[in-house]
């Protein structure tokens, strides 16, 4: 039964999963923008910032919420090593091979996961359970607390963007690297930096996922997608093109498995993706593609 | 004598003299012999033919990337024409052997679709693109379960009983398409599949239309997919939407850069080192459950996360260390031990 307080619950839930895809599309449009590499790799570590959430909010007995910023670290820690072992090796060559680089860590991070934490599915547990209710429409308290997080998370980032030594020298070498090297900036140091910031928001990402929903170590292709679509939707490498995105593609997900049937919610994914890229390749606030 | 009739000739002549001849008649002839050697019903069945029916999996993916374009969804291509060929056996009474042929052809259309909206878009896109479609493959045909009835699965109708009868048909199945897919890559066409790989631009600027030529890959490389398809359903006898996993997209991806990108013979070496890791490898999961099975508690069999962790690893290794594959350590040994042979000579 399609209802009006359905359809406006729908819309809502949409929004608030539309906000975790926001950090993850966020994590992919910064790497992407500075670093011109697209890590199909980007869901396995929402998976990882999941799974470190879990582990940390079990074994320490922390707060879900306190868990997130163990997530952050944690993965970041992670795509700091990746990046230094792997991803600086093909950079540069073929853009074939920064794909192969990404599925061999897609395998590596999906079977380490299986051994440290089995095949089951998990879910963190929250600690503020509970649903409002307004006018026949309701939203647990998690996804509400999701939408605070994302919106702290992505104020940070614009700081840190435009304020920050560290984010101009991030938005230089976006623009023209070679001139930002001649300025002077360590372009290396700044690759590492990026790459471990968009995997700190992966983690994010990663650990509001879990506190919503259940979450395995086989979860990571589909979400990758998404931020992809998402990123294309708004244009690629920029943010507030990431947040509308996120938060079109959030509402059309949960629409489409209101209106057609939980099956059809991941495949709205592919059609946006090939709707964008044939309609409109630049995306609702891109520039040039590259 | 017209000028390409002589440079058929030539071409044909330098084929016939060159020691690349004399390997591939070797290897075809011991490819031939070898079930008469092993003798084993285990060995022919699941480790040869598998082999097999996968290096034409790979070989098609490679000739895709031989013009620049990597799917990470051919799984969905191999679905399709695993389906095809079963569901037009079973349902309409189609003679199974016209069903593989009509799997292949279905893929390819599809492949055709595909490849039109794919044709413009940069790597990662396309990646991503194909990546979609496979999820999208994979939801059709679960959405269409009373008409496919893939959730459950079905029995496929065999072309020819297992065991060496069905080795020698998948024997003749890869021999032909590898063949047709190096005189594809030899020809004209795969010289413009190359310069676009190169540099597109360049490419476009010589005169080649490389959108038309990408999607004749796309075509190309999918009709082999989906007949691999085919084959991968008459080898497991059986067929369901698991066929549309990406495990299954990203596999001939690995055979063809862990044998070697771009070379006839690396998705065959690729195929030949990762089929013989799946069967082969199992057997020394009770050893390793022996060793580390106590460090990870979680899982009840390490064995197979290891062994996937694995392909990984060997994956990144290639790429970082060896970019051309393992064909070019090949070749490098090979090199190598002539030019030692010679030394000692002297």
Same mark, same amino acid.
């Given at each position: 039964?399609?209802?009006?307080?359905?359809?406006?619950?729908?819309?809502?839930?949409?929004?608030?999963?539309?906000?975790?895809?926001?950090?993850?599309?966020?994590?992919?449009?910064?790497?992407?923008?500075?670093?011109?590499?697209?890590?199909?790799?980007?869901? /396995?570590?929402?998976?990882?910032?999941?799974?470190?959430?879990?582990?940390?909010?079990?074994?320490?007995?922390?707060?879900?919420?306190?868990?997130?910023?163990?997530?952050?670290?944690?993965?970041?820690?992670?795509?700091?090593?990746?990046?230094?072992?792997? &991803?600086?090796?093909?950079?540069?060559?073929?853009?074939?091979?920064?794909? &192969?680089?990404?599925?061999?860590?897609?395998?590596? &991070?999906?079977?380490?996961?299986?051994?440290?934490?089995?095949?089951?599915?998990? /879910?963190?547990?929250?600690?503020?359970?509970?649903?409002?209710?307004?006018?026949?429409?309701?939203?647990?308290?998690?996804?509400?607390?999701?939408?605070?997080?994302?919106?702290?998370?992505?104020?940070?980032?614009?700081?840190?963007?435009?304020?920050?030594?560290?984010?101009?020298?991030? /938005?230089?070498?976006? /623009?023209?690297?070679?001139?930002?090297?001649?300025?002077?900036?360590?372009?290396?140091?700044?690759?590492?930096?990026?790459?471990?910031?968009?995997?700190?928001?992966?983690?994010?990402?990663?650990?509001?996922?879990?506190?919503?929903?259940?979450?395995?170590?086989?979860?990571?292709?589909?979400?990758?997608?998404?931020?992809?679509?998402?990123?294309?939707?708004?244009?690629?490498?920029?943010?507030?093109?990431?947040?509308?995105?996120?938060?079109?593609?959030?509402?059309?997900?949960?629409?489409?498995?209101?209106?057609?049937?939980?099956?059809?919610?991941?495949?709205?994914?592919?059609?946006?993706?090939?709707?964008?890229?044939?309609?409109?390749?630049?995306?609702?606030?891109?520039?040039?593609?590259? | 004598?017209?000028?390409?009739? +002589?440079?058929?000739?030539?071409? $044909?002549?330098?084929?016939?003299?060159?020691? !690349?001849?004399?390997?591939?008649?070797?290897?075809?002839?011991?490819?031939?012999?070898?079930?008469?050697?092993?003798?084993?019903?285990?060995?022919?069945?699941?480790?040869?033919?598998?082999?097999?029916?996968? %290096?034409?999996?790979?070989?098609?993916?490679?000739?895709?990337?031989?013009?620049?374009?990597? $799917?990470?969804?051919?799984?969905?291509?191999? *679905?399709?024409?695993?389906?095809?060929?079963?569901?037009?056996?079973?349902?309409?009474?189609?003679?199974?052997?016209?069903?593989?042929?009509?799997?292949?052809?279905?893929? %390819?259309?599809?492949?055709?679709?595909?490849?039109?909206?794919?044709? #413009?878009?940069?790597?990662?896109?396309?990646?991503?693109?194909?990546?979609?479609?496979?999820?999208?493959?994979?939801?059709?045909?679960? !959405?269409?379960?009373?008409?496919?009835?893939?959730?459950?699965?079905?029995?496929?109708?065999?072309?020819?009983?297992?065991?060496?009868?069905?080795?020698?048909?998948?024997?003749?199945?890869?021999?032909?398409?590898?063949?047709?897919?190096?005189?594809?890559?030899?020809?004209?066409?795969?010289?413009?599949?190359?310069?676009? #790989?190169?540099?597109?631009?360049?490419?476009?600027?010589?005169?080649?239309?490389?959108?038309?030529?990408?999607?004749?890959?796309?075509?190309?490389?999918?009709?082999? %997919?989906?007949?691999?398809?085919?084959?991968?359903? !008459?080898?497991?006898?059986?067929?369901?939407?698991?066929?549309?996993?990406?495990?299954?997209?990203?596999?001939?991806?690995?055979?063809?850069?862990?044998?070697?990108?771009?070379?006839?013979?690396?998705?065959?070496?690729?195929?030949?080192?990762?089929?013989?890791?799946?069967?082969?490898?199992? #057997?020394?999961?009770?050893?390793? !459950?022996?060793?580390?099975?106590?460090?990870?508690?979680?899982?009840?069999?390490? *064995?197979?996360?290891? +062994?996937?962790?694995?392909?990984?690893?060997?994956?990144?290794?290639?790429?970082?260390?060896?970019?051309?594959?393992?064909?070019?350590?090949?070749?490098?040994?090979?090199?190598?031990?002539?030019?030692?042979?010679?030394?000692?000579?002297?």
């Amino acid at each position: 039964m399609i209802t009006p307080s359905g359809l406006a619950e729908t819309l809502l839930w949409g929004v608030a999963n539309g906000c975790i895809y926001i950090l993850l599309a966020t994590g992919l449009s910064i790497i992407f923008g500075v670093m011109k590499l697209v890590n199909f790799a980007h869901g /396995q570590l929402l998976m990882l910032g999941a799974y470190i959430a879990f582990t940390t909010s079990v074994v320490l007995g922390l707060n879900a919420y306190v868990a997130i910023l163990f997530a952050m670290v944690g993965v970041a820690i992670i795509g700091f090593v990746v990046e230094r072992l792997t &991803f600086r090796k093909v950079l540069g060559t073929e853009k074939l091979n920064e794909i &192969f680089v990404s599925l061999g860590l897609i395998y590596i &991070f999906e079977n380490v996961a299986v051994l440290l934490w089995g095949n089951k599915s998990a /879910q963190i547990s929250s600690s503020i359970p509970g649903i409002l209710s307004l006018a026949g429409i309701s939203i647990s308290y998690d996804r509400l607390a999701a939408m605070g997080i994302v919106a702290v998370i992505l104020l940070s980032i614009v700081l840190l963007m435009k304020k920050t030594k560290i984010g101009l020298a991030m /938005q230089a070498t976006s /623009q023209k690297s070679d001139v930002a090297k001649l300025m002077g900036i360590n372009v290396e140091k700044v690759y590492v930096f990026t790459f471990a910031l968009g995997a700190a928001l992966a983690g994010a990402a990663g650990a509001l996922y879990g506190i919503i929903f259940p979450f395995s170590p086989t979860l990571g292709a589909l979400p990758t997608i998404k931020a992809f679509a998402i990123i294309i939707l708004g244009g690629l490498g920029s943010i507030p093109g990431a947040v509308v995105g996120g938060l079109l593609y959030g509402i059309a997900e949960t629409t489409a498995g209101y209106l057609l049937g939980g099956i059809w919610s991941d495949a709205i994914a592919f059609v946006l993706l090939i709707f964008v890229l044939v309609i409109k390749p630049t995306g609702l606030f891109g520039g040039k593609g590259d | 004598m017209t000028n390409m009739a +002589r440079y058929t000739k030539s071409f $044909s002549l330098r084929l016939l003299c060159s020691k !690349q001849f004399i390997f591939v008649i070797v290897g075809l002839v011991f490819i031939a012999v070898l079930p008469l050697i092993i003798d084993s019903e285990y060995v022919i069945s699941e480790v040869l033919a598998p082999m097999l029916i996968f %290096a034409i999996y790979a070989s098609s993916w490679n000739l895709l990337a031989c013009s620049g374009q990597g $799917s990470l969804g051919h799984a969905a291509f191999l *679905g399709i024409g695993g389906f095809t060929s079963a569901l037009l056996a079973i349902k309409i009474g189609v003679p199974p052997l016209l069903g593989l042929f009509f799997g292949g052809l279905f893929s %390819a259309a599809i492949g055709f679709l595909i490849g039109l909206t794919c044709v #413009r878009l940069k790597a990662w896109f396309l990646g991503m693109v194909t990546f979609g479609f496979a999820v999208i493959a994979l939801t059709l045909v679960s !959405q269409f379960d009373s008409v496919i009835g893939g959730i459950m699965g079905f029995r496929t109708p065999l072309i020819v009983p297992r065991g060496i009868f069905f080795y020698y048909f998948t024997f003749a199945m890869a021999a032909i398409s590898v063949l047709i897919i190096y005189l594809i890559m030899k020809s004209k066409l795969g010289l413009a599949f190359k310069a676009i #790989r190169e540099n597109e631009l360049e490419a476009k600027m010589t005169g080649i239309n490389t959108a038309k030529y990408r999607l004749v890959a796309f075509v190309l490389s999918t009709f082999f %997919a989906g007949l691999a398809g085919g084959l991968y359903a !008459q080898y497991i006898r059986y067929i369901d939407v698991s066929i549309f996993s990406p495990h299954f997209s990203f596999l001939p991806l690995m055979m063809a850069v862990i044998g070697g990108l771009g070379t006839i013979s690396g998705p065959l070496i690729g195929s030949v080192i990762i089929v013989s890791i799946d069967a082969y490898l199992p #057997r020394i999961d009770p050893l390793m !459950q022996g060793f580390v099975g106590s460090l990870f508690p979680a899982v009840s069999n390490v *064995g197979p996360p290891i +062994r996937m962790m694995l392909l990984g690893i060997i994956l990144l290794l290639v790429v970082i260390f060896a970019p051309k594959g393992i064909h070019s350590i090949i070749d490098r040994a090979y090199v190598y031990l002539m030019n030692k042979r010679a030394a000692v000579r002297q």
